[in-house]
């Protein structure tokens, strides 16, 4: 069995025990699929990043929740970039470096903000967003134990991605956001209907008079509420922007007040179509080494005797 170095990342704070934790594993080439998933149910967050060789970029990375794959999050890229550059694996000048990183969705620049106390800010460049389905606001507040009158007439529930699409659904304010108890099983149903894996919820506003919006990212099937959610506040602020409700290019979005992880982002919209760029603070929480799962039989690990 072999042992691989771990950092456990905070992203989109600049104090640990805030925003989103991430593990991040390194030099994971020698890890299988199975083995990746089973380290990933071990650390148990909502995302557990690997590191590996690219002939295409800096280097590649695979995330993975406790349950699958997915090809793209925005708070492990944060907590990734930040890991490398603390690793020295990353040369970091006083002033802004940009390289590229290799997801499952392609290759995507990612630009480190440093000064003399080191990495300061990370941004990554999302996808442009895509816009889809429409859900029945009438269903939607219902699994939300709302009102109509308790979402955004001007922005009906949507789906939007820059690479994993969420149901984005806009409430009225930000007391009415805080308060959400949803029905799981009736936002699980919606999610069906669109085929998504969560909703992220929004309200004008924020806990800080600089905030624009806040959010919620509400997993139904996990029944879980995440912390900062990097790939949906981009695509979210872009719905926001399209369909009027925000009318400047830097945008502020706060999220995680409920889980007492608040955590913030810059969102940087050029327009409602075109690239999006997400950027946010990190720090560490832990270092240390993670010892590879022994997995036999296709993916079942050996538990001895």
Same mark, same amino acid.
């Given at each position: 069995?072999?042992? +691989?170095?771990?950092?456990?990342?905070?992203?989109?704070?600049?104090?640990?025990?805030?925003?989103?934790?991430?593990? $991040?594993?390194?030099?994971?080439?020698?890890?299988?699929?199975?083995?990746? =998933?089973? @380290? %990933?149910?071990?650390?148990?967050?909502?995302?557990?990043?690997?590191?590996?060789?690219?002939? &295409?970029?800096?280097?590649? *990375?695979?995330?993975?929740?406790? &349950?699958?794959?997915?090809?793209?999050?925005? +708070?492990?890229?944060?907590?990734?970039?930040?890991?490398?550059?603390?690793?020295?694996?990353? &040369? @970091?000048?006083?002033?802004?470096?940009?390289? #590229?990183?290799?997801? #499952?969705?392609? $290759?995507?620049?990612?630009?480190?903000?440093?000064? #003399?106390?080191?990495? #300061?800010? !990370? /941004?990554?460049?999302?996808?442009?967003?895509?816009?889809?389905?429409?859900?029945?606001?009438?269903?939607?507040?219902?699994?939300?134990?709302?009102?109509?009158?308790?979402?955004?007439?001007?922005?009906?529930?949507? *789906?939007?991605?820059?690479?994993?699409?969420?149901?984005?659904?806009? @409430?009225?304010?930000?007391?009415?956001?805080?308060? /959400?108890?949803?029905?799981?099983?009736?936002?699980?149903?919606?999610?069906?209907?669109v085929d998504v894996s969560a909703a992220y919820l929004y309200a004008l506003g924020g806990h800080d008079s600089d905030v624009d919006l806040c959010a919620r990212f509400l997993d139904p099937f996990a029944?879980?509420?995440?912390?900062?959610?990097g790939s949906a506040c981009g695509a979210m602020a872009a719905l926001a922007a399209r369909n009027g409700l925000i009318h400047k290019g830097h945008v502020v979005v706060e999220q995680g007040e409920g @889980?007492? &992880?608040?955590?913030?982002?810059?969102? +940087?919209?050029?327009?409602?179509?075109?690239?999006?760029?997400?950027?946010?603070?990190?720090?560490?929480?832990?270092?240390?080494? !993670?010892? %590879?799962?022994? $997995?036999?039989?296709?993916?079942? =690990?050996?538990?001895?005797?």
């Open positions: 069995m072999t042992e +691989h170095r771990v950092l456990v990342v905070d992203a989109f704070t600049k104090r640990a025990y805030g925003g989103n934790p991430c593990a $991040v594993v390194f030099d994971a080439d020698d890890l299988s699929s199975g083995q990746m =998933q089973m @380290v %990933a149910q071990e650390m148990n967050l909502s995302e557990t990043a690997f590191i590996l060789a690219s002939n &295409r970029a800096k280097f590649r *990375v695979r995330y993975f929740t406790p &349950r699958t794959e997915i090809p793209f999050a925005g +708070h492990p890229t944060i907590a990734v970039t930040y890991a490398m550059a603390m690793q020295g694996n990353i &040369r @970091v000048p006083q002033s802004r470096s940009t390289i #590229e990183i290799e997801f #499952e969705i392609g $290759v995507l620049p990612v630009t480190i903000e440093a000064g #003399e106390a080191g990495v #300061e800010r !990370i /941004i990554m460049t999302q996808p442009a967003p895509k816009y889809a389905d429409t859900a029945a606001p009438r269903i939607v507040a219902e699994a939300l134990q709302l009102t109509e009158e308790d979402l955004l007439s001007a922005s009906p529930p949507q *789906v939007a991605s820059v690479g994993v699409p969420f149901l984005m659904i806009g @409430v009225k304010d930000r007391e009415t956001l805080l308060g /959400i108890q949803p029905n799981w099983d009736e936002l699980q149903s919606v999610c069906n209907v029944m879980y509420e995440d912390p900062f959610t @889980v007492g &992880r608040i955590g913030y982002a810059d969102v +940087h919209l050029q327009d409602v179509d075109s690239k999006i760029l997400v950027g946010g603070a990190a720090a560490l929480v832990l270092s240390g080494s !993670i010892t %590879a799962p022994l $997995v036999i039989d296709g993916g079942n =690990q050996d538990n001895g005797g």
